[in-house]
């Protein structure tokens, strides 16, 4: 009932649910068409019409998820000035801007080229439709450079200074390349891209494990494991240099992501926690773990702190994250499907090398094939998780330091709040329907490999002006 009555908690819960929710489709559209310049790209080097089929294929689930992370974003965008007017006034000069590149630039770079890519195949020369699919990817994870930048910004504020609450721009792009941006771009570039290929692997699992098309969808499978093979290790070594950055930075998140309550001082060794039960209100932890020296190592790749990791008991509870269990947990799970998704990615890649993932061979490695079912949603769970870590470690500053979220929210009845949330989630419970029954749709109905090749090398018109001996009305045909 508390949480009825707070319109702060409850705005926080409606942005919350948005995010989550919205999330879930510019993952798989942002490291999908990296994967379509990639299959475009072969298609055309080596003319194999598998290539052009996969191609046709995947843009179909490309479609059907860019359409519903823009129904489901717009929300983002009214929340900032509806629900947290305050916070929208204090940064908005930054904020704002930033925010609008990313639609000005990078959406409308994206939407202007899908057109193209999808349709444009027999009305474009082939390379001027490679290039909209690139210029469709670029503008997809331009949009994610944009918004990574604004929110790497909120954990490490710089480029001007606060004057009574509200901040003042000095250096737009001492701002946007704020401490945590490059970090923070390069983790959710990979978390995008590791997240969609193992969507793409663990749907060309499925149909070889069922005997469909296993020529075609072993192309897409090997295709991922390759690719994997490179992009989950390097994931976790960007994961590592964002944690070393948050050891810097953002002390009191850290302390939460350890579950850390008293500081280590400088020249000690610092256990690690692998699994702990965090009670906030003992300051304690009632049971845990620990890992003997490993997180010395972790932080440092020393034996012994040159600096003190401090714990959440430096700062009194209004100063610190509120939910330490959530945090640490939530941290937990990133850092695990991490590395079950990178292992699974060479434990496929030997099974290559040994000859084991060949068209004969393939459908008889059904415990490989059932395992890249099963990773195909991890991903999703372990951005989710990274975002909540992000987040809610953040807490309760929505500005790390310098603004405090309880007072961003709006001072608007809590009622209201409450009304917008559940009508929003509604909609987005009708979204996901639509998605997961188009989405079945298209994987029930797979590939249609009797579509035709692309003949067309210019446009149709083109081809008329070059062809004097047709009739005119053959040309305007």
């Avoid at 415990?367 to 998780?385: D, M, N, S």
């Amino acid at each position: 009932m508390e949480l009825l009555s707070n319109t702060a908690m409850l705005s926080r819960l409606h942005f919350a649910v948005t995010a989550i929710f919205h999330m879930l489709w510019p993952v798989l559209t942002t490291g999908m068409a990296i994967y379509l310049i990639v299959i475009e790209g072969l298609w055309l080097k080596t003319r194999n019409s598998d290539y052009y089929h996969h191609a046709r294929f995947w843009a179909k689930l490309y479609v059907l998820n860019f359409g519903i992370g823009v129904a489901t974003g717009l929300p983002m965008a009214f929340q900032f000035g509806l629900n947290w007017a305050p916070f929208s006034e204090s940064v908005g000069d930054f904020f704002g801007t930033v925010l609008g590149f990313e639609g000005t630039m990078a959406f409308m770079l994206e939407a202007s080229f899908l057109g193209i890519m999808l349709f444009g195949w027999n009305r474009v020369p082939p390379l001027v439709h490679y290039l909209s699919t690139i210029l469709v990817a670029f503008g997809a994870n331009l949009s994610t450079f944009w918004i990574l930048s604004a929110n790497s910004w909120m954990q490490t504020p710089a480029g001007g200074v606060f004057e009574n609450g509200k901040f003042i721009v000095q250096d737009y792009f001492r701002a946007i390349a704020n401490p945590f941006m490059l970090n923070s771009f390069l983790h959710m570039f990979f978390a995008t891209l590791e997240t969609s290929l193992f969507v793409i692997g663990g749907i060309s699992a499925w149909y070889l494990i069922n005997q469909r098309h296993p020529a075609f969808f072993s192309k897409s499978l090997k295709v991922a494991v390759a690719s994997l093979f490179i992009v989950a290790p390097l994931q976790i070594f960007i994961g590592h240099l964002s944690a070393e950055q948050v050891y810097h930075y953002q002390p009191t998140k850290l302390a939460a992501m350890e579950a850390l309550w008293e500081t280590i001082p400088a020249d000690a060794t610092a256990d690690w926690s692998l699994l702990a039960l965090p009670n906030n209100e003992t300051e304690a932890n009632d049971w845990e773990i620990k890992v003997p020296g490993a997180l010395s190592y972790l932080l440092e790749l020393k034996p012994r702190l040159t600096e003190p990791v401090l714990g959440l008991k430096e700062w009194t509870p209004e100063n610190r994250p509120g939910m330490v269990g959530t945090v640490y947990y939530a941290f937990r799970t990133m850092i695990a499907i991490g590395m079950v998704l990178a292992a699974l990615a060479v434990i496929t890649m030997l099974q290559w090398l040994r000859g084991k993932l060949a068209e004969s061979e393939i459908a008889n490695n059904k415990w490989l094939l059932r395992a890249w079912i099963f990773a195909a949603p991890l991903g999703y769970i372990a951005v989710e998780t990274g975002w909540v870590v992000r987040c809610v470690g953040r807490q309760p500053w929505i500005v790390y330091g310098e603004l405090r979220t309880l007072e961003s929210a709006s001072n608007i009845p809590a009622g209201e709040v409450l009304f917008s949330l559940s009508g929003l989630s509604a909609f987005y419970i009708v979204f996901l329907i639509a998605f997961l029954y188009f989405g079945s749709r298209i994987i029930r109905r797979g590939p249609n490999l009797e579509l035709p090749l692309p003949t067309a090398n210019v446009p149709r018109l083109m081809q008329a002006k070059h062809e004097p001996n047709r009739r005119p009305a053959e040309a305007q045909q």
